[in-house]
């Protein structure tokens, strides 16, 4: 990468991370090269617009895309700098799949050239980056491939994780710090000089599978602790206990801090990421394997609950209240709501209806159902039980007098104030964890 210029820079995967991170890029100077394997996706962002929901980040691409700073194509083309920010999945077994990352190295690889920089951010197994590098030095002979010449190699090639919250992307993207481990110390000293151009966080330099198993261990770390929260909800249930009146109570402790429960955990990182650690040390990780146990099973919790609610009251129309993984999000990759919700609408049918305000359509699995996208306000006024398993903003606000004499199940704990009272239609009832 030249000292005198900013670097040209291609992300290859437009995606929740891919479009952010080369906005922010675009952003800083450098001009940016968006690859995606979608038609829609390219033709969107060239036009300015954008196919993601995210805080600001509308009219950042319109900004970029205006000066000339970004553009997106289908192919991958000659740059300075490389980042892939392409998902990666797991199979049926809980393997991990890198099959996305590898197929965005192949891209790139005939078109790398001596002082590059190539860089993975996709949340990915410890060793990934390894065989990027092998890819490379396979298809690329002429090259001098880092960890595997004597010599100064040819191109530099690194991993660093996104750690970001959705809804706050464009912002933690620049202010937090970033795990950037390299090949070779020399290739993560390049990568760090890559991300100072953008990133105000401090850039730690380490070697590629630390970072890689860190971004994991980060993930595991959250999702365990929210097992626990999501398993003492359970115990609170049978023991007839409000589990958010016990966890405010308990918080007041100075060393506790329980996380809240809910209908389970989804997304692409919590839900995931753990598995990945999994995989690589099975017999070693008998609490990871458990967490992910408890939370997958919080899941089946909240739909018998719910079911025998709905049984309980035969006439009753019923509002699911969010699909997404968390609340103010379009994002519904692995979500417990969407879950709960759907497995609900093939029983119940016609008397299920659906309030996801980021949601223009419903998902396909609701499809044959009979089950219907409706707005908040007519789930007030025409559903008689509510299911809260998203903590929208929008969900937070209905005030009391509009929920009386509804029955609440409420999976998020954003209605204290709503009666227990009976448990039939017009009397009112709350039910949580």
């Avoid at 030249?2 to 906005?23: E, H, M, N, Q, W």
């Avoid at 860089?119 to 490379?136: A, H, K, N, Y």
């Avoid at 090639?157 to 090949?183: K, M, Q």
């Avoid at 008689?384 to 998020?412: C, M, N, S, W």
Wanted: net charge negative; charged share 25%.
């Amino acid at each position: 990468m030249k000292s005198d210029k900013k670097p040209d820079v291609c992300v290859v995967g437009l995606g929740y991370i891919g479009l952010p991170t080369a906005a922010i890029v675009a952003r800083s100077g450098c001009r940016v090269r968006g690859i995606d394997v979608s038609q829609k996706v390219v033709d969107t962002i060239n036009r300015g617009e954008i196919h993601i929901e995210e805080v600001d980040l509308d009219g950042l691409v319109h900004a970029v895309v205006g000066r000339g700073l970004l553009t997106a194509s289908l192919e991958v083309a000659s740059a300075d700098v490389f980042v892939i920010a392409v998902p990666t999945p797991f199979g049926p077994n809980h393997e991990p799949d890198v099959s996305y990352v590898l197929t965005a190295a192949r891209s790139i690889a005939p078109v790398l050239k001596q002082g590059d920089i190539v860089i993975l951010e996709s949340t990915s197994p410890v060793g990934t980056t390894e065989q990027i590098r092998d890819l490379f030095a396979e298809m690329r002979p002429d090259l001098k491939i880092p960890g595997l010449t004597r010599d100064t190699p040819d191109v530099s090639i690194a991993y660093c994780p996104e750690r970001v919250l959705p809804g706050r992307i464009l912002h933690e993207l620049t202010e937090n710090d970033r795990s950037i481990g390299g090949i070779t110390p020399r290739c993560a000293r390049k990568a760090v000089g890559f991300y100072k151009i953008f990133v105000r966080g401090q850039c730690i330099a380490t070697d590629a599978r630390s970072a890689e198993m860190t971004k994991l261990v980060e993930n595991a770390y959250r999702d365990v602790n929210i097992a626990f929260a999501n398993e003492l909800s359970i115990v609170a249930d049978r023991m007839g206990l409000d589990v958010w009146e016990v966890i405010k109570l308990a918080n007041r402790h100075p060393r506790v801090n329980i996380l809240s429960p809910g209908p389970g955990v989804g997304g692409h990182c919590i839900a995931v990421d753990p598995w990945f650690i999994v995989a690589s040390a099975p017999t070693e990780t008998p609490l990871i394997r458990t967490a992910r146990g408890v939370n997958d099973g919080k899941i089946h919790h909240v739909i018998a609950k719910a079911d025998e609610l709905i049984a309980a009251h035969p006439g009753a129309r019923v509002a699911a209240l969010g699909l997404a993984f968390k609340a103010n999000i379009d994002d519904f990759r692995e979500s417990p709501a969407r879950l709960v919700a759907a497995t609900l609408a093939r029983k119940y049918r016609e008397r299920m209806s659906i309030v996801e305000p980021y949601a223009t359509v419903l998902p396909r699995e609701f499809e044959g159902t009979g089950a219907t996208q409706i707005d908040l306000d007519e789930a007030l006024e025409e559903c008689d039980i509510l299911l809260v398993l998203v903590d929208h903003d929008a969900f937070r606000q209905v005030p009391l007098a509009e929920r009386a004499g509804k029955i609440v199940y409420d999976t998020r704990g954003i209605w204290p104030d709503q009666p227990k009272g009976g448990a039939e239609v017009g009397e009112g009832l709350r039910l949580v964890g």
